[in-house]
Structures are given as C-alpha cells and as structure tokens.
C-alpha cells in the first residue's frame, strides 16, 4: 500500500466501485415507490452546531469525498489487495442492498427491524464502512482505508440523531427494538443511548 497513490483517470480506477455502488442505489430509487428515497435520504434533527458540523461532516468526508476520490485511484489487478478488497466490497454491497430492501419495505409507519437490521440499528452506514474498506484494500490505498476508520468514529453523533428521531416517531416499539439490538453489529455490542 502506498500513502498517497499516483492518481489518474482511467478504466482500471476505483470508479468501478462508485458505479456498482450507484446503479444499485439507483435501481433502489426506481423500484421502491418515491416515499422510500425520501425517507432513506431525510437527516435528522441535530440538538446542537457541534452534531450538525460533526454530522455532515461525516456525510461529506465519507458519502462524497470517498466515493470521489476512490474514482481518481488505480486499482492493482494483479495483488492479493485487489482480490480481497473486491470480495470485501461486493459482500458488503449484497448486505448493504439487503438492508435497503428492508428499509424500503417496512411500512413508515413502523420501524425498521427486521432482516439484517435485526443484527445491527444501523446496518446500512455500518455495510458502508466496511464496503469501502474493501475498496480501500482493493486500491492499496491507505487514505481510503483511514477515512473509513474515521468514519466510525465521525458518524456517532449522526447514529445517535438518527435514534432520537427514531424515538421520538415510534416510541416504545423502538425502545424495545434498541434494548434488543446493538447499534454496530454483535462484535460491537454497545448499550443504546
């Protein structure tokens, strides 16, 4: 892995990843009726600047500036890197598309809690981590894989709006749902609030 890689425009990039990852958002968007895209894509309500600015922060850093920036990155065909990255990616889009099919789904008037969000509350921006982990070994790119470990950390406080407004529209169906299932995954068990 290098530091900083030799970026460059080309067929052999990262962008191959930023296309699998849009079309499948993308034919999500065209299947699912309009309220899923709405609801999929609302921001929370922040309590105060410093969850907004650490929130879209968040946003910006790992939902654009990655998926930009892994566009620009030669892939490296012929390493083990590529081999395990991709399989990290391509398992984590598969996940990631179950967990949209579940949110899109679920009625809005009820929670989402079933399929794989009965592993983790938040399994789409989880997936998304580690999907672009994979990515980022893939590339052999050490910023993409550092992002993307600041990303669990630069996304608490966005995880956190996202449960309050959670509560505060389902009440103790989600409660309940959050006593019961942890806010990453398993390995990450982590009490709610």
């Given at each position: 892995m290098t530091l900083v890689p030799e970026l460059q425009i080309g067929l052999w990039t990262g962008w191959w990843f930023s296309a699998a990852f849009g079309l499948i958002n993308l034919i999500m968007v065209a299947v699912y009726p309009k309220g899923f895209y709405r609801r999929l894509f609302r921001f929370p309500q922040f309590t105060s600047l410093k969850e907004r600015i650490v929130s879209m922060s968040s946003v910006f850093l790992f939902g654009r500036g990655l998926i930009i920036y892994s566009v620009f990155v030669p892939l490296r065909l012929d390493t083990v890197w590529f081999l395990v990255g991709t399989t990290v990616f391509v398992s984590?889009?598969?996940?990631?598309?179950?967990?949209?099919?579940?949110?899109a789904v679920t009625p809005p008037d009820r929670p989402v809690i079933?399929?794989?969000?009965?592993?983790?509350?938040?399994?789409?921006?989880?997936?998304?981590?580690?999907?672009?982990?994979?990515?980022?070994?893939?590339?052999?790119?050490?910023?993409?894989?550092?992002?993307?470990?600041?990303?669990?950390?630069?996304?608490?406080?966005?995880?956190?709006?996202?449960?309050?407004?959670?509560?505060?529209?389902?009440?103790?169906?989600?409660?309940?749902?959050?006593?019961?299932?942890?806010?990453?995954?398993?390995?990450l068990k982590r009490e709610s609030g």
């Open positions: 984590g889009l598969v996940v990631h598309t179950a967990a949209m099919i579940n949110f079933k399929g794989v969000y009965r592993f983790s509350r938040h399994p789409m921006q989880v997936i998304a981590i580690v999907m672009w982990l994979g990515v980022g070994i893939a590339t052999a790119s050490w910023i993409i894989v550092v992002v993307c470990c600041l990303q669990v950390f630069l996304s608490y406080r966005f995880l956190i709006a996202q449960e309050r407004f959670c509560l505060e529209k389902y009440g103790e169906k989600y409660r309940e749902y959050m006593e019961k299932t942890p806010r990453y995954f398993l390995v």
